[in-house]
């Protein structure tokens, strides 16, 4: 192989490696820009979820809304923030209530039933709500309490 064979192949396997480099450093600043972007979206999901919470917390605490579908909204927001606030003794009430109402109808299902059976459920819901109702107030408390403190909220 003659010498400028070999500073010609040199220079190429330069370039190659120059411009897989450049390609690397473009796939690179992409992965930052999407993981950016996700942040971004999560933390914009977080503070609409904790805007839900402070507005469906306060109804709770005016009674202005049933107290058991407050409980069913916060837990599913709660969820979406971290599942593990759910573990807190402060938000137990809200997985509880699920648990003992998992079995009610909802949205089109209650509309299917007879009056009787949908009187039957509410009777049911409200008895829960009159049961737990100190518990309950208290979460919502404790949800505008989580939501002040929350840091990127």
């Known amino acids: 192989m003659s010498a400028v064979m070999g500073w010609s192949l040199a220079g190429l396997a330069v370039l190659i490696i120059a411009a897989m480099s450049g ?52 837990k599913v927001l709660l969820e979406i923030i971290d599942p593990s606030l759910l573990q807190r003794d402060a938000f137990w009430v809200f997985v509880d209530i699920h648990r003992l109402t998992e079995h009610l109808h909802t949205h089109s299902a209650r509309q299917a039933l007879s009056a009787k059976q949908r009187f039957a459920e509410d009777r049911e819901r409200i008895a829960l709500q009159e049961a737990r109702q100190g518990e309950l107030h208290e979460a919502a408390r404790q949800v505008l309490a989580f939501k002040r403190e929350w840091p990127h909220g």
Request: hydrophobic share 40%; net charge negative.
């Open 23 to 74: 390609y690397a450093w473009r796939l690179w600043r992409e992965v930052k820009r999407r993981d950016e972007a996700r942040h971004e979206e999560v933390e914009r999901a977080n503070r609409n979820c904790l805007e839900s919470l402070e507005a469906i917390a306060t109804a709770m605490l005016g009674d202005q809304v049933d107290l058991v579908e407050g409980a069913l909204r916060c």
